[in-house]
T-cell receptor
């Protein structure tokens, strides 16, 4: 299995609070991704990174920001969490085409 | 607008029989297609892929077929086993670094 960890694995937070999710890889892959999984929507791309400090938006980027200061770490920040951001968040890595996913973070915004 | 669609939310198959999971796409620029398998409380795992220059790719019990004219791909699992019970996602890309996923099909293999 690819070395990808996500932290925290579960989080409950209140509306309006900031939240940061962390993805860490040990594979030295160039690309890193953040997805959210919701019933009826499958996996939707939030943001991705193609190198240190190089990031781009995905299809559902509103309300989210990312940072990648090191090859191995990709952070997803919800500046002010809303109930619509309750979801399961997956990080993924790739060099080309095939992606390897982390175990996921279940976030609940109350 | 969903560019990759899996119109069957669920599928049940008897053990030993063939499972066929379908996926349709709308963007003719897609040139690479992948299938992922997901168990509950785990991340998706890569299963099999196919380039648009091919129409078939096999890996053991898993075969993916691509029909470019119909913008349709399918995953065949033969023979189906109870351990294949999972949610299957198809995905497509035209850049090699940005992927579009379907909504998933939940496969149940009945012993």
């Amino acid at each position: 299995d690819a070395g990808i960890t996500q932290s925290p694995r579960h989080k409950v937070t209140e509306t309006g609070t900031p939240v940061t999710l962390r993805c860490h890889q040990t594979e030295n892959h160039r690309y890193m991704y953040w997805y959210r999984q919701d019933p009826g929507h499958g996996l939707r791309l939030i943001h991705y990174s193609y190198g240190v400090k190089d990031t781009d938006k995905g299809e559902v980027s509103d309300g989210y920001s990312v940072s990648r200061s090191k090859t191995e770490d990709f952070l997803l920040t919800l500046e002010s969490a809303t109930s619509s951001q309750t979801s399961v968040y997956f990080c993924a890595i790739s060099e080309k085409y095939e992606q390897y996913f982390g175990p996921g973070t279940r976030l609940t915004v109350t | 607008d969903q560019q990759v669609k899996q119109n069957s939310p669920s599928l049940s198959v008897q053990e030993g029989r063939i499972s066929i999971l379908n996926c349709d796409y709308t963007n003719s620029m897609f040139d690479y297609f992948l299938w992922y398998k997901k168990y509950p409380a785990e991340g998706p795992t890569f299963l099999i892929s196919i380039s648009s220059i091919k129409d078939k790719n096999e890996d053991g019990r898993f075969t993916v077929f691509l029909n470019k004219s119909a913008k349709h791909l399918s995953l065949h699992i033969v023979p189906s086993q109870p351990g294949d019970s999972a949610v299957y996602f198809c995905a497509a890309s035209y850049t090699g670094n940005q992927f579009y996923f379907g909504t998933g099909t939940s496969l149940t293999v009945i012993p």
